[in-house]
Nanobody
Framework: QLQLVESGGGLVQPGGSLRLSCAAS????????ISWFRQAPGKEREGVSC????????HYADSVQGRFAISRDNAKNTVYLQMDSLKPEDTAVYYC??????????????????WGKGTLVTVSS
């Protein structure tokens, strides 16, 4: 059974860093694109970043470009989102999702087949 489990969220001060993990089971990530989304209270869900199954394609939202980095550990079947220079506006529940995409990726929610339950990131002093 396919499962995505996020971890790594927490409370961090502005300017700090966190690394989120998305552990996948039941699928081989080589054939799936993994995307990260976030949803802040009272706001719509936002696509943050994605990585193709091959790893050759990555994409970042303008709001996180240069601060966030997506990567994968093949041995652990886990995708990471390294978040640096965090800002209060990065506060949200972060979700990872999987959809078909060996050679492409998308941050459009409608293209995702599987979702994790989310992990909360709070950026506050």
């Amino acid at each position: 059974q396919l499962q995505l489990v996020e971890s790594g969220g927490g409370l961090v001060q502005p300017g700090g860093s966190l690394r989120l993990s998305c552990a996948a089971s039941g699928i081989t990530l080589d054939y799936y694109a993994i995307s990260w989304f976030r949803q802040a209270p009272g706001k719509e869900r936002e696509g943050v970043s994605c990585r193709s199954g091959s790893g050759r394609v990555t994409h970042y939202a303008d709001s996180v470009q240069g601060r966030f980095a997506i990567s994968r550990d093949n041995a652990k079947n886990t995708v990471y989102l390294q978040m640096d220079s965090l800002k209060p506006e990065d506060t949200a529940v972060y979700y990872c999702a999987a959809g078909p995409g060996r050679s492409f990726c998308s941050t459009a929610a409608y293209g995702m087949n599987y979702w994790g339950k989310g992990t909360l990131v709070t950026v506050s002093s």
